[in-house]
């Protein structure tokens, strides 16, 4: 199986994307088929987060289809895949079931995102199973928090793409961790080492990911290595992304996320989601649920006062001191101040991103 | 007085050195004359770490003098000052005596940089104070770790550059932010629109630095609007730090520094350096002292297994899972590799940077 080692590979693989490319991260219940098939149109590549749960991947992925067969400009099917990605927490969802969702011929994604297993065994037997299903025609995309887990993934499942997060990212990653300054040329560094010293590894493409908001981190993570960057924070501004208002309202509203925004495990503990494996944390912004914890409060009241604010409804809930509900976001969030299409954010970070580059070749020029 | 709000304009303010601009932080008790010196006369700027105690100040400027002089590249004197900078704590060091030393013509340094304030006024203080007594030829760094920070200092002291700090930084910074990825996009924005707003604040240049280790990372830098960059834990492995062998060995060894290295408040107390505001925690690796202080060992009991480490001397003290030394990193540790003059990591850092930018500018010539 080809792997795309540089970013003309990348277009082999995904004939339909424009450089530079842009993906949307297959987020939890808010990255849904019309954000994912928006990002696509737009020539990044969109992901479905279907997490831990696949009961409605099948309804997602037809409203997928639907939603790419209108366009005029984007095929339906590239290399016998639709042009969307799927995104898959390995600690919750299904493996079998999976594989039947995925081995009808109408769903074949071009790629999954693999994240979180619970064992490295999973990563082998999901990047194992979906090739299996799918003839090869899906490619593998790991997600990554560290060099260490990048060997290990890299040993283990010869994934296509190896997904770099830094901890700025919001949502779940590493609960300790560096940020992608660091952590991508690192990376790319141990990886093509090992990639060179065994030559049945193929080399993944590198996609970084983690605070990444704006067209200069963008250029940024280009010049760190990566061939493609993702980004989560700044389309859950998208008019399309599936989202209550009062979440969107505070991620405009927010700024300097690395004062307002923390990664804990307390989150995963009011909402209930507590089967993440150990090592992990969501970064969020900074709550009142966040300082009652820090107090000592005991976790069931705070679920209590949680859930209170969840039954209240309404958007307080999201914004000022006494906010309850999570917000999650990456320190990337003071930069998303307004509400787009993500057509438009798509479109408008390539543009910018274009724009860096140019900058940096007229500097460049002149040293 | 001429503000640089443009890399051209860096050139103007310190001329000797080249593009794109690298300097070597004021690493407390580490960077001395020798360090900062070779980096000045391998065209970045290098900085003293007087920190907070000047005790040794003149002392370390006369030797920079020395050194200097028996360059036959360098001038001793640009804009009349050292083509040097010094680094203060402002929580610590005396303004008074300070302004002593710096009002010596022979010591007027080309930069301060001042960091951790107790209060905001004292970089009002300080920034007005060495600005009479070197008459307006030091220019006024000063080092940020938020968007509000930027803001204040911005407002408070209208310094020539503002260093944004990201949470990759080893030794001490914010106990909690964002990596520069999104900080420096962030604060730039933030910055530039006060100063178009008030004519009367200078737009200051913007100094990166925070997990910065390779040439990628410097051109990744200046992706994200910076002019110029800082770097740490790069330069403690330069052979003129002053850095004990044990503590230079752990950094060329340690990888992965988003796993190995942790940012807290632990090493201040066993180090008896207790007097930083709150808010602040420092960076280093991951070690025995911090794996009991988490699990609960008094403050007490620690201080004295660290106090006996130290005692016992040799470099054991430093590596492997009984380490109890304060190994100050930041998360780009594991991008270095080897000890070598700060000349050749200067220039070796320089020409990596250059290499990467022309790698962009044929990329941006492709899309």
Redesign the interface.
């Known amino acids: 199986m080809a792997s795309p080692s540089s970013?003309s590979s990348l277009k082999t693989a995904y004939p339909w994307i424009?450089?530079?490319l842009i993906t949307s991260a297959p987020m939890r219940l808010i990255s849904n088929a019309a954000l994912a098939t928006t990002v696509s149109l737009a020539h990044g590549i969109g992901f479905i987060g279907a997490g831990s749960d696949i009961s409605s991947l099948s309804e997602e992925l037809s409203k997928a289809r639907d939603l790419l067969s209108t366009s005029p400009t984007l095929q339906t099917k590239y290399n016998d895949t639709l042009p969307i990605g799927i995104g898959f927490l390995l600690w919750g969802a299904p493996l079998t079931e999976t594989l039947t969702i995925l081995s009808k011929p109408e769903n074949t994604p071009a790629a999954v995102w693999l994240f979180a297993p619970q064992t490295s065994s999973q990563l082998k037997e999901w990047s194992q199973g979906i090739r299996t299903v799918t003839s090869q025609k899906t490619k593998i995309w790991i997600q990554v928090?560290?060099?260490?887990e990048a060997l290990e993934a890299t040993k283990t499942a010869s994934p296509d793409v190896l997904v770099i997060q830094?901890?700025?990212a919001g949502g779940h990653g590493?609960a300790?961790?560096?940020?992608?300054?660091?952590?991508?040329?690192?990376t790319i560094?141990?990886v093509t080492s090992l990639c060179n010293n065994n030559p049945s590894i193929p080399l993944p493409a590198f996609i970084a990911t983690?605070?990444?908001?704006?067209g200069?981190?963008i250029?940024?993570?280009?010049?760190?290595?990566a061939q493609g960057t993702c980004l989560g924070t700044r389309f859950l501004a998208a008019h399309e992304s599936a989202i209550a208002p009062g979440y969107r309202n505070a991620v405009i509203a927010i700024?300097?996320?690395?004062?307002t925004t923390?990664r804990s495990s307390v989150y995963d503990t009011l909402r209930g989601t507590t089967s993440w494996p150990s090592g992990y944390g969501g970064r969020g912004v900074l709550n009142a649920s966040f300082r009652d914890h820090q107090a000592g409060m005991a976790d069931e009241d705070n679920k209590r006062l949680y859930e209170e604010a969840v039954a209240s409804g309404g958007d307080e809930g999201w914004e000022g001191e006494r906010a309850r509900l999570t917000t999650y976001a990456?320190?990337?969030v003071?930069?998303v101040k307004r509400v787009e299409s993500a057509r438009d954010i798509t479109v408008g970070l390539r543009g910018e991103a274009?724009g860096?580059?140019?900058r940096?070749?007229d500097?460049?020029?002149?040293?």
Do not use: N, Y
């Open positions: 970013t424009k450089l530079p928090t560290s060099v260490h830094g901890t700025d590493a300790q961790g560096a940020g992608i300054t660091s952590l991508v040329p690192e560094d141990a983690g605070g990444i908001s704006d200069r981190a250029a940024s993570a280009l010049a760190l290595g700024s300097d996320g690395g004062r923390i990456g320190t990337g003071g930069l274009k860096v580059l140019r940096l070749a500097l460049a020029s002149t040293m």
